[in-house]
């Protein structure tokens, strides 16, 4: 009952508000109560109008100032110049048709803007520009649409020439595992209908594939510099996207299926870091990192940049999770890691009770 009464008191304090504010616009008698435009409402929207242009060149100008600073540092892959180079000719068209369609819409909004008196002159059709504003969009359209099948089917050429390294990438929630075809450089045949745990077969490898035998598998993704990698990827369960951003890669992984990329490397970790960008997107984090340590807050330790495997697929509740450390470095030091690292045969052989992920030769595996 008392909240019956406290909404019939507000609603009639309204209606009371509503009548009061009715009664002032009556007693003002210069007050202009027509609902149409006059020229002076279309002068206001015209000025309006030029001082909303000016806001989005304005802003536009400041983001790339503010912002630019956090793009990516020129690709690590002998295939990421030109990609960038698409990109940004398709950013630069953008811009410049924005720019000049944009000033012309706000003009003209001002400049025939609605006069007592006068008669807007219009045409039904003019078939000339008509023709004029399709096919100049037609034209560049085309032209990008064709240089980007041409740039992608570049990229996209996966085979066996140059002497590849073959490498599997793994997907599950919420992590990646990586598979190296050995010293044959061939993968074994996989299934995740042959995925044991209790005998570290994580990935499904076929036992009796001799070419399974000498497979390697890790946690940590080692490419080396200047050769050419083919990745085939594969899902456990849901759909991934294997995505390099410093390589310029991506390609989605399907349960069922695998699918393929190929890039080669042309800058390794250490060379990166020296990237005058990276350097300072590395101080920049290291500032935000040092305050945050000093209010005693988790994840504030000193950043280094390392090259990284995300998953851009909104894959479940850890997707944010979901990364691998690459490391890229000379034939030499992916040589002496990669002798460091135990085959499937040996993991399968040596620690048939946990899962193991490539303990280094030497050390005993972890029962």
């Not at 000033?103 to 006069?115: P, T």
Request: some cysteine; overall charge negative; hydrophobic content about 45%.
């Amino acid at each position: 009952m008392t909240t019956i009464l406290i909404l019939s008191v507000l609603a009639l304090v309204a209606i009371a508000i509503w009548q009061m504010t009715k009664i002032f616009e009556l007693s003002q008698l210069k007050v202009e109560t027509s609902q149409i435009a006059n020229d002076t409402d279309n002068k206001n929207n015209g000025y309006m109008l030029f001082a909303f242009m000016v806001f989005t060149y304005l802003i536009t100008i400041f983001s790339f100032w503010k912002y630019s600073k956090f793009l990516l540092p020129d690709a690590s892959s002998a295939h990421g110049e030109e990609y960038d180079y698409l990109l940004l000719v398709s950013f630069a068209i953008i811009f410049v048709v924005q720019f000049i369609t944009q000033f012309l819409l706000h003009y003209f909004g001002y400049k025939y803007r609605g006069k007592k008196g006068n008669k807007a002159l219009f045409f039904a059709d003019n078939d000339r520009l008509e023709f004029i504003w399709t096919i100049i969009p037609v034209i560049v359209l085309a032209g990008l649409i064709l240089w980007g099948l041409y740039t992608w089917t570049a990229i996209m050429d996966v085979n066996d020439d140059d002497d590849p390294l073959i490498v599997e990438l793994y997907a599950q929630q919420f992590g990646w595992t990586a598979r190296y075809g050995g010293e044959d450089n061939v993968l074994g045949a996989a299934n995740v209908r042959m995925i044991d745990i209790n005998k570290a077969n994580v990935l499904g490898l076929d036992e009796a594939d001799t070419y399974a035998a000498d497979d390697v598998i890790v946690k940590e993704l080692h490419l080396p510099v200047g050769r050419k990698v083919n990745f085939k990827m594969r899902s456990q369960d849901v759909l991934h996207s294997a995505y390099m951003p410093h390589f310029r890669a991506q390609m989605n992984c399907v349960p069922g299926m695998t699918t393929e990329f190929s890039f080669t490397p042309i800058k390794t970790t250490d060379e990166i870091r020296q990237d005058p960008d990276v350097i300072d997107k590395v101080k920049r984090t290291n500032v935000i990192r040092a305050e945050r340590a000093a209010k005693g807050e988790d994840n504030s330790d000193p950043w280094e940049f390392d090259y990284i495997l995300l998953c851009n697929k909104i894959c479940g509740k850890s997707h944010y999770n979901m990364q691998m450390k690459i490391i890229v470095e000379t034939q030499k030091e992916y040589d002496e890691w990669m002798a460091q690292q135990k085959t499937f045969a040996e993991t399968v052989l040596i620690d048939e009770v946990k899962p193991a992920f490539n303990t280094p030769k030497g050390e005993t595996a972890g029962l």
